[in-house]
């Protein structure tokens, strides 16, 4: 069964850091595009992060770009985000999703161009 699966998200206290992890299972992602979304409970989902196939370049939201940052290891599979000082208000559920859309060759941060998604994982900041 082809899944896209993320994991690393956990409860961590403010201040603290994570790092997930969103990889294919069943299927190799190395030729998309991925993105990072979260959603906390009552708000819209909120794209976080994108990469591009071969990880050359990505765009991060203004609203984290200086705590967060996007990589992938195609030899692993895999893509990661790495999150630093973290804050309460990142408490949500983060999701990757996989796109082949490009906005003048860069990759976009809008949920409804992706088409392959995650279940998601839960990341809580809370003393």
């Known amino acids: 069964q082809l899944q896209l699966v993320e994991s690393g998200g956990g409860l961590v206290q403010p201040g603290g850091s994570l790092r997930l992890s969103c990889t294919g299972s069943g299927f190799t992602i190395d030729r998309y595009i991925v993105g990072w979304f979260r959603q906390a409970p009552g708000k819209e989902r909120e794209g976080i992060s994108c990469?591009?196939?071969?990880?050359?370049?990505?765009n991060v939201a203004d609203s984290v770009k200086d705590r967060f940052t996007v990589s992938r290891d195609n030899a692993k599979n895999a893509v990661y985000l790495q999150m630093h000082s973290l804050k309460p208000d990142d408490t949500a559920v983060y999701s990757c999703?996989?796109?082949?859309?490009?906005?003048?060759?860069?990759?976009?941060?809008?949920?409804?161009?992706?088409?392959?998604w995650g279940q998601g994982t839960q990341v809580t900041v809370s003393s």
């Open positions: 990469i591009s196939s071969d990880g050359d370049s990505a």
């Open positions: 999703a996989l796109t082949t859309w490009t906005v003048k060759d860069m990759c976009v941060k809008t949920p409804v161009v992706y088409h392959i």
